[in-house]
């Protein structure tokens, strides 16, 4: 009895360790909203890495955020760093590409709680009355990465930060 449990065990665990093997090496997240307001109202939040205050998810985590801008105040070389509590981490962005009105790409580095490197972009659509906003993030997804997507869905866990950060940019542009 005391083998079979044992070989059952392993079994779970090869199986685990083997699906995580062979999961896709990168990942997107990405979520979808509409504003009625014009690309050019939308951008300027987006483009301006002060305005994150007003409409990030991340901002209401921690009260006492540790936040440092440098290089331009927006645009491509604009950085924000910062420091935070376990919920928030601690890291960098920068924004690598800006196209105005349309598109934002930004270089994302997370130091704490863990090291990732990956792409966040910003893609802005005309549409009837407003913006489509799309707000992906993207990049590899190492082994230990997809170990952990096997217990935790990554997609629902930023997915869900990612909705409630377009709703309150939707709230910022339609003021």
């Keep these: 009895m005391f083998k ?6 392993v079994i779970v665990i090869l199986g685990v ?3 995580a093997a062979i999961s896709p090496d990168h990942f997107r997240i990405e979520r979808t909203t509409t504003i009625a307001a014009p690309p050019e109202k939308v951008f300027p939040l987006i483009n301006d890495l002060h305005q994150w205050t007003a409409w990030s998810p991340w901002e209401k985590l921690d ?4 936040r440092t801008y440098s290089g ?6 604009a950085v924000y760093s910062w420091q935070g509590n376990n919920e928030v981490g ?3 962005m920068e924004i690598t590409h800006s196209e105005p009105a349309s598109k934002v790409e930004i270089k994302l580095d997370f130091q704490m709680p863990f090291e ?6 910003f893609i802005l659509r005309p549409q009837d009355g407003g913006t489509q906003v799309t707000w992906a993030m993207y990049g590899p997804s190492p082994y230990m990465h997809r170990l952990m997507q096997v217990f935790f869905d990554m997609d629902d ?3 869900s930060k990612f909705d409630q950060g377009l709703v309150n940019l939707k709230a910022a542009a339609e003021k």
Excluded at 4 to 9: D, E, H, K
Excluded at 63 to 66: F, G, I, S, T
Excluded at 72 to 77: L, T
Excluded at 116 to 121: D, F, G, P, Q, S
């Design 90 to 92: 601690t890291g960098s």
């Design 157 to 159: 866990m930023v997915g």
């Design 72 to 77: 331009p105040k927006s645009g491509v070389g």
């Design 63 to 66: 009260p006492a955020l540790k």
């Design 4 to 9: 079979a449990i044992v070989a059952i065990i």
């Design 116 to 121: 990732a490197h990956n792409t966040a972009e």
């Design 17 to 19: 360790l083997g699906y």
